[in-house]
């Protein structure tokens, strides 16, 4: 791929090894719509596709001896491929508790009917369950972002993101059980 000042990725890559940080700026521009369109064909959702594509580079950015990646480009696809996957895993398990959650209160309001149950603002149910940060962290988490990425947004470690989510993700399922034991 050749840039508008007919500098190629190789060569944005090479400066970048050389020690030129803004160099990475420019593959990354270079490199992160031809990952996201591959991711696309993978994901069939732009969001997801974005947040993977830049997964694949932040990794490469991240990694620690980038000189000894032989072909940058097949290395980046490898990269994209797998995140595609961590992140379609990610979002799939997400929506299974979402509509986990959202057909048990169907089944708890059933003489009121679906229209009540649209009314029914299940969001305020599950800031009822969770602490103030773990509805944060969680509602953030449904939307897709990663753990690194929540905890620059809402300014906290990406330990202590991982720890509200997974304290989020145990109360909502003792929460679910619950309800569940009841309907029986």
């Not at 840039?3 to 190629?8: F, G, K, L, S, V």
């Not at 700026?25 to 969001?47: A, I, N, P, Q, V």
């Not at 596709?49 to 490469?60: C, V």
């Not at 103030?132 to 972002?145: A, K, R």
Request: positive net charge; charged residues 25%.
């Amino acid at each position: 791929m050749i840039m508008a000042d007919n500098t190629t990725y190789q060569e944005w890559w090479q400066l970048y090894l050389a020690g030129d940080r803004k160099a990475f700026g420019e593959f990354y521009l270079c490199f992160h719509r031809r990952l996201t369109s591959y991711c696309m064909g993978l994901l069939k959702d732009r969001s997801l596709a974005e947040n993977a594509a830049s997964e694949a580079l932040t990794r490469l950015l991240e990694h620690e001896a980038p000189a000894e990646i032989k072909n940058v480009e097949n290395w980046l696809f490898r990269v994209a491929r797998n995140a595609c996957y961590s992140v379609s895993s990610t979002y799939s398990r997400r929506k299974g508790i979402w509509e986990q959650v959202s057909s048990l209160f169907t089944r708890i309001l059933p003489n009121q009917g679906e229209a009540k149950m649209k009314q029914h603002d299940l969001h305020a149910e599950i800031r009822k369950i969770l602490t103030t940060v773990e509805y944060e962290v969680w509602n953030l988490s449904q939307q897709g972002f990663s753990n690194e990425e929540i905890a620059v947004k809402i300014k906290m470690a990406v330990k202590t993101v991982a720890n509200n989510k997974s304290s989020a993700r145990r109360k909502l399922k003792g929460a679910y059980q619950r309800l569940k034991d009841q309907l029986k």
